[in-house]
């Protein structure tokens, strides 16, 4: 099992990135997967999840309006579209998957988003 992010990297505040979360080792729509984040200092935090047939979404207050996860089943990828970012968006951001059946969790090695003022 495996899950691997990207797209992170250096934007200014008030500007988009689009992170994406590689999986592979199961079957993918049975894995509810979310985003969460680390900034240095802070405890790890939910950012947004969606369910395994991504009907279901939920977002952290913080991040509502601006940030839109979804995922392509048939690519076994999560995507978290993030836009209108700002300076305390600066983290590592990571995705997770958990088995609809047997609550077995994974997480990604995560992937850096700064935003610069």
């Known amino acids: 099992v495996q899950l691997v992010e990207s797209g992170g990297g250096l934007v200014q505040s008030g500007g988009s990135l689009r992170l994406s979360c590689a999986a592979s080792?199961?079957?993918?729509?049975?894995?509810?997967m979310s985003w969460h984040r680390q900034a240095p200092g802070k405890e790890r935090e939910f950012v947004a999840s969606i369910s395994g047939g991504g009907g279901i979404t939920n977002y952290a207050d913080s991040v509502k309006g601006r940030f839109t996860i979804s995922r392509d089943n048939a690519k076994n990828t999560v995507h978290l579209q993030m836009n209108s970012l700002k300076p305390e968006d600066t983290a590592v951001y990571y995705c997770?998957?958990?088995?609809?059946?047997?609550?077995?969790?994974?997480w990604g090695q995560g992937t850096q988003v700064t935003v610069s003022s």
């Open positions: 080792g199961f079957t993918f729509s049975n894995i509810g």
């Open positions: 997770r998957g958990v088995a609809a059946f047997s609550n077995d969790e994974y």
